[in-house]
């Protein structure tokens, strides 16, 4: 397990080399622009090469995250039952799921939680937490960035990555910039109008620690059953 690397589709080619475990990943994104979808794509990746997953709900219900992994097209109940795939939920106020965070206004809570659900999975682990957004309304602006600084040291380990989602312009410009100080790797998904009205879906790598990669924006599509396909060929065509 030690040095493993991280293969992710979306990012090949804008990298000059895989990033290991023991990293932490930030996905920052306009609404609407597929911060999701490249998560649902990253832990389903990681299924696919035999690791595990463990997925933080704050935006929506684990029940309809599930749901919504089966339109993705990938059905998580045989990994849920060999402990291969977990969740945690931090939406439901009366969950019934096996881990859960009852005050989400309490780091502490939240992180110990988290800490106990990697104890239990099999490594290597893909971590993703849907979303920051959802948790920074609990906290002062100076408090949410010492929680995330908190999380990303304890979650620091062989055999994990942590890869958070994070509305854009969701704290000042501070904040953001202490925010992402925190990850290893800081990936933006945005929206830009074109002709016509019509917006297109572009992704940027703002900051990676440990390679070089390249900084221009890529437009990319996202597709059915597949998620987010960048076109990496674009500055050649």
Known sequence: MKNQKISFAPLAGTLSEDLPFGTSWLVRGDQGAGKTTFAFQFLV?????GESALLVAADEPVNRIRKNLVNFGFGASAYERSKRFMFIDAFSIDSK??????????PEELI??????VSKIEKPVRIVIDSLSSLAINYSPQDFVSMIYAKNRRMR?????????Y??????????YSLTNAYD???????????????????????????????????FTIES?????VNKAYYRE
Request: with cysteine.
């Open 157 to 165: 380990a062989e055999g994990i990555v942590l890869m958070d989602l």
């Open 97 to 106: 799921e096996e881990y859960s965070v009852a005050d989400l206004s309490d």
């Open 167 to 176: 509305l854009a312009h969701t704290l000042e410009s501070k904040e953001r």
């Open 112 to 117: 110990y939680i988290l800490s106990q659900a």
């Open 185 to 219: 790797l800081s990936v933006d998904l945005y929206l830009s109008e074109e002709k016509g009205g019509v917006p297109k879906k572009y992704l940027r790598l703002q900051k990676v620690r440990g390679c070089s990669y390249d900084p221009r924006p890529f437009p």
């Open 45 to 49: 990746q990681g299924l696919r090469k």
């Open 225 to 229: 059953k597949q998620g987010i396909m």
